[in-house]
């Protein structure tokens, strides 16, 4: 006698299956490791705001000078962020021994998401890696509201970028999310706005070499003030490479960094770089 239980059961385990499969898996999408030195997150749970930022990646810490906030994460892109007033707020990178700042760089990207609030007529260095007050060796995302321009500047073997001709030439847009790219190979810049190219240009000054080099985030190393950004800054991170543009495009749209065991970042986990997009 032909079994209608068993018939029922077996359709209703099929149906369930087929449905379980037809679900697409979402999986976050991953930053490039590759070349990966530092990553600040700014998440919560890498921030002591009195005190410092720590990256997650190695360790370094930036230490605070000022009282900049810790902003929500609604405010932010990924977990949270946070926000520098524009007069004294920075963040200065104790270095590692050995050094992972103070090195000979061969090639460099600086990344980040930044919003800026305000303008004050005046340089502002959002990231900068620098040997200041020396002043000989200069990689920086930066914006220029006195000459109407924001760009990647970068200064070495005596030769830099000219900003009448490698900047965007006009005031950086305000009060909206930004992701800031400038990669430099030791011959060429490259500076990315939303993951498109906005100028490229030769300059033929090899590497960056090591000596006084310190890393400023929301201002100049030194940090003079002058130079200080109002604004949010969220996801910086640094390359010992120059980025193709598809990996720039790849960047702008990640959640954290890439952790699957193909990575061999293994020793990286999720606690630590929380991909939580808003």
């Known amino acids: 006698m032909f079994d209608k239980t068993y018939l029922f059961t077996t359709t209703l385990i099929l149906v369930i299956f087929s449905t379980v499969i037809m679900i697409p898996t979402y999986a976050a999408k991953g930053a490039v490791v590759n070349g990966l030195v530092a990553y600040w997150s700014f998440d919560r749970d890498t921030v002591q705001i009195a005190k410092h930022a720590e990256d ?36 200065l990178v104790d270095d590692s021994d050995p050094p992972k700042i103070d090195r000979d760089w061969d090639e460099i990207t600086l990344e980040c998401w930044v919003k800026i ?26 914006y220029d509201d006195d000459d109407n321009q924001h760009g990647f500047f970068v200064k070495a073997g005596g030769k830099n970028s000219d900003p009448a001709q490698h900047n965007v030439l006009e005031d950086i847009p305000l009060n909206e999310w930004l992701h800031l790219v400038g990669t430099y190979d030791g011959s060429d810049a490259h500076y990315y ?18 000596g006084g080099l310190l890393l400023g985030i929301g201002d100049r190393s030194d940090g003079i003030n002058a130079d200080a950004i109002q604004g949010y800054l969220d996801e910086f991170r640094v390359y010992d490479r120059a980025l193709t543009a598809a990996e720039v495009k790849n960047n702008m749209n990640a959640e954290g960094l890439d952790v699957s065991p193909s990575s061999n970042h293994l020793s990286v986990t999720w606690g630590q770089i929380k991909a939580r997009r808003r």
């Open 56 to 91: 997650v990646l190695s360790g370094l810490k930036a230490i605070v000078d000022g009282d900049p906030e810790l902003a929500p994460a609604a405010d932010c892109i990924v977990g949270e962020c946070v926000l520098l007033d524009g007069i004294d707020d920075y963040f």
């Open 117 to 142: 609030n305000a303008l004050d007529d005046s340089w502002n260095r959002i990231i900068s890696l620098d040997d200041q007050p020396t002043n000989t060796k200069v990689v920086t995302l930066y």
């Open 193 to 210: 706005v939303n993951g498109k190219l906005e100028k490229q240009h030769a300059m033929a000054g090899g590497k960056i070499s090591k």
